[in-house]
């Protein structure tokens, strides 16, 4: 088995097909920074990182400038023993998408030179995934059509951004409803509502008859007492996202029985926080979703494979790739609305 015998970064940005708007934040492209191991043997590993400022307090800047330091610190190593390249780069604490990018890209010169896919290599244990999408905020009437054309495309899991106005949200959820029904909902606030205002929120849904699955990060990342509140007063399962990046956050979210689901993204944690989260959610019951960043189809890819490895979510939310235009198709999978195949 080869050694590493360089990583390299190079940037490449992306537009979005439409302004992506969350609460606090619209999006118009994004850079992320593809990282490519190596091996002296000749064999290459892709990865990618979709640094955000948000949620994870990086800058691409700051993340290309750590090239020279990661060679340093990983050059020389047998790519099978990449649990030892996972430990060390955990030390990329402060920079995750990049450590993600590394440990994906090590596993994929590693699954080369085996010929055995990395879905395989992580535990095989699905072929198959499917992916919902997401309508962004927006106006009721864009609300309403993106939902329809969605629906139309065939998923059967919506995602509805909220979290900027109460009143127009619980209005969009009642008409995405009416156009949509049979769809399954995850729905994100994105740290926008107060513990009250997210109260407010679930109990109108109940009220209309809708249902939803997943009722993400109501309340701030921080307010680990509200999220808490939330459960216990919603009729609808909660879930943390920007509040659980490590797998310290999650132990903390265990302990505090502050939720019913954790979101992991491999942005936020690396394959290795990403993996010890997985056994944590098992051990406690809780159940698990996988979201994404701004990933082109190059970083979706090890999302992709690691959803299918581990067959550990109820939920994935892997449509960054399918909003943003690309020039070329970088996985190794398959598309067919609304599913992903591995290959
Ligand atoms: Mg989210």
Redesign the pocket.
């Known amino acids: 088995m080869g050694k590493i015998k360089s990583v390299r970064f190079k940037l490449n940005t992306f537009e979005y097909e439409k302004p992506f708007h969350?609460t606090g934040s619209i999006s118009t492209k994004t850079t992320n920074i593809e990282v490519v191991v190596e091996l002296d043997n000749g064999a290459i590993g892709y990865g990618e990182a979709s640094p955000s400022f948000r949620v994870n307090g990086e800058k691409v800047e700051a993340l290309f400038a750590l090239e020279q330091t990661v060679n340093e610190m990983i050059k020389g190593i047998n790519s099978k023993n990449y649990r030892q390249i996972f430990d060390i780069t955990d030390k990329l604490f402060a920079f995750p998408s990049i450590k993600a990018a590394i440990q994906y890209a090590v596993l994929d010169a590693f699954s080369v030179e085996i010929n055995t896919p990395v879905y395989q290599i992580l535990g095989g244990a699905r072929e198959k995934i499917e992916t919902d999408k997401t309508i962004s905020i927006g106006t009721l009437e864009e609300r309403i059509n993106d939902a329809r054309r969605i629906f139309e495309e065939g998923f059967n899991v919506i995602?509805i951004k909220v979290g900027e106005n109460l009143k127009e949200d619980i209005k969009a959820l009642e008409k995405i409803y009416e156009i949509t029904k049979g769809a399954k909902y995850i729905v994100?606030a994105?740290m926008g509502y107060t513990p009250k205002q997210a109260i407010t929120f679930v109990n109108e849904i109940y009220r209309m008859g809708i249902d939803i699955n997943v009722f993400?990060?109501p309340v701030p990342a921080q307010d680990i007492e509200g999220l808490k509140f939330v459960r216990f007063n919603s009729p609808f399962p909660v879930?943390a996202?920007?509040s659980a990046k490590t797998k310290f956050d999650v132990m903390r979210l265990i302990k505090e029985e502050a939720v019913d689901y954790i979101?992991i993204?491999l942005m936020k944690s690396g394959i290795s926080d990403a993996l010890a989260i997985v056994e944590m959610a098992k051990a406690a019951n809780l159940h698990l979703m996988i979201?994404c960043m701004g990933e082109s189809s190059l970083g979706i890819n090890q999302s992709i494979h690691f959803a299918a490895g581990t067959g550990a979510f109820d939920f994935h939310?892997l449509d960054s790739s399918l909003m943003i235009k690309e020039k070329k198709f970088r996985g190794k999978y398959k598309t067919e609305i609304p599913y992903y195949f591995v290959v």
């Open positions: 969350i995602k994100d994105n993400e990060q879930g996202d920007e979101n993204k979201g939310d």
